[in-house]
């Protein structure tokens, strides 16, 4: 199957139980198939959390724990999708491949730069491998 709905979202911390119920409001209205929520403020990232935050249908994900407290990607997606097992993730960024019924693969990355012009540079470069790598 793929994906009808993909959620984007700068959460700006997702240790808020409001913010979570928001998510999980959000999802569920929407039926949303793949969430990725930049700059989640959490160090870890538990299947329990998941269940929590987005339901039993979220049972996958990939997670870019936050440094103290900033930065923090989550990718969480509906059972349904075909995860082919493989997934990255590097200093800015989390990409996750997916799979057709067909056996094409596909590959979603969800990113959060960095602020300094320094960090920045670095971050195109880690762009430029993804796309090598993927």
């Not at 990232?45 to 935050?53: F, G, M, N, P, Q």
């Not at 990355?109 to 960090?119: F, K, L, M, R």
């Amino acid at each position: 199957m793929d994906p009808e709905k993909i959620l984007v979202w700068n959460v700006r911390g997702l240790n808020s139980s409001l913010r979570q119920d928001a998510l999980r409001d959000l999802v569920d209205s929407a039926r949303i198939d793949i969430v990725c929520c930049q700059e989640t403020k959490m160090q870890l990232i538990t299947h329990r959390d998941i269940l929590s935050i987005l339901g039993a249908d979220f049972s996958e994900f990939v997670f870019l724990p936050a440094v103290g407290y900033s930065g923090g990607i989550l990718v969480a997606w509906r059972r349904n999708l075909r995860y082919s097992g493989i997934h990255r993730v590097d200093s800015h960024s989390v990409s996750v491949q997916f799979s057709h019924e067909n056996g094409a693969t596909w590959w979603f990355t969800c990113v959060y730069g960095p602020q300094n012009d320094a960090a920045k540079i670095l971050f195109l470069q880690e762009l430029r491998d993804i796309r090598v790598g993927c």
